[in-house]
């Protein structure tokens, strides 16, 4: 999206704005401010001109000019209808050198998940990935992907959904026999040097307005929990939480809290299949960057850096 049309949907969201302003505005001509209106028109908003100035009456239901209309939060958005994997583009567009990008596909036809996993992802569901060139070194990168689970986390509450996060990179529902089914999975992704990040995709999947039958047996859906959402106010949702835990001024202990709050790993009994080997016990605490603390049953505790974590029943 040029700069210009960015400029104009910020400024529509704040009401009603005559012709002459949003030129003044923009630093454009007023022909210029008309032919902005109805590339916006023929994108699918409905904008009145009155006597008061040029308001929008109805947004799109999603698309990048949708997404970004009222989006508190400094991306710039790149919507597809069907793409293999957002991640990989995003990967494309840091080649090229940009940041604060989020490319978003209603479809993916070759999505993936954390080891290589396949995931579903047919439309219908929030498919996303955020290319950032945070000013953190390589070991910091976890913090990201906790981010990113939280803010999934917050935004599916917002909608009725009891969501919780499975460490390192899941985000659960729980039925009332405490059968637990995936919601959301993040694959985060990083290019970077001993003490500096090149570039960092934090890609969630969010099982979105998707049948639970279209889905594998252990993961659910928004629309299975409580209907059909709103995706684009979703997705707004998870960006701008996003951008407040990850904003520069944050604070990490921010991050750390608000995973604690929403984790469904905390208090279990877990088994970390880790590079080092099985790490069983129950899981304590989370500690930065994000490692996992594990009391095993010799009451010694381990820090979990990376690994598959298995949530274990109660004996």
């Known amino acids: 999206m040029n700069e210009t049309r960015r400029e104009l949907l910020a400024a529509l969201a704040d009401g009603p704005v005559p012709g002459p302003e949003l030129a003044e505005r923009l630093g454009v001509s007023r022909a210029a401010v008309w032919k902005q209106v109805e590339a916006l028109r023929e994108a699918g908003f ?4 009155g006597d008061a100035g040029y ?4 947004v799109p239901e999603y698309g990048a000019a949708a997404i970004e209309f009222g989006l508190d939060a400094p991306y710039d958005v790149e919507y597809h209808e069907r793409i293999p994997s957002t991640n990989d583009r995003a990967r494309e567009l840091a080649a090229d050198g940009t940041e604060n990008d ?4 209603d479809e993916q036809t070759g999505g993936r998940g954390r080891l290589a996993r396949e995931w579903t992802a047919p439309s219908g569901g929030i498919w996303v990935s955020l290319l ?5 070194p390589p070991a910091d990168v976890p913090l990201y992907t906790l981010a990113a689970a939280v803010a999934v986390a917050r935004a599916s509450r917002d909608v009725g959904v009891d969501a919780r996060i499975k460490w390192p990179n899941d985000v659960l529902v729980a039925d009332e026999a405490g059968e637990e089914r995936k919601l959301c999975g993040i694959l985060t992704e990083m290019e970077g040097e001993a003490d500096r990040v090149s570039w960092l995709v934090v890609g969630p999947g969010i099982n979105a307005n998707i049948d639970a039958d279209a889905l594998p ?3 659910t859906s928004l629309r299975a929990e409580v209907g059909d959402v709103d995706r684009r106010a979703f997705l707004q949702g998870v960006l701008e939480a996003f951008h407040r835990l990850t904003r520069r001024d944050a604070e990490v202990g921010e991050i750390l809290d608000a995973w604690r709050e929403h984790a469904a790993t905390l208090g279990r009994r877990v088994r970390v299949d880790t590079p080092g080997g099985v790490v069983e016990g129950e899981a304590v605490d989370v500690r930065f ?10 009451d010694d505790e381990r820090v979990v850096h990376a690994g598959d974590c298995e949530h274990l029943r109660p004996a």
Do not use: I
Request: no cysteine; proline share 10%; charged share 25%.
């Open 132 to 136: 950032l060139r945070p000013s953190r």
């Open 102 to 105: 989020v490319v978003v596909a």
């Open 46 to 49: 409905e904008v009145e001109s």
């Open 55 to 58: 308001r929008v009456v109805s």
């Open 289 to 298: 960057p994000g490692s996992l603390v594990v009391r095993t049953d010799g």
């Open 217 to 219: 047996p252990d993961a």
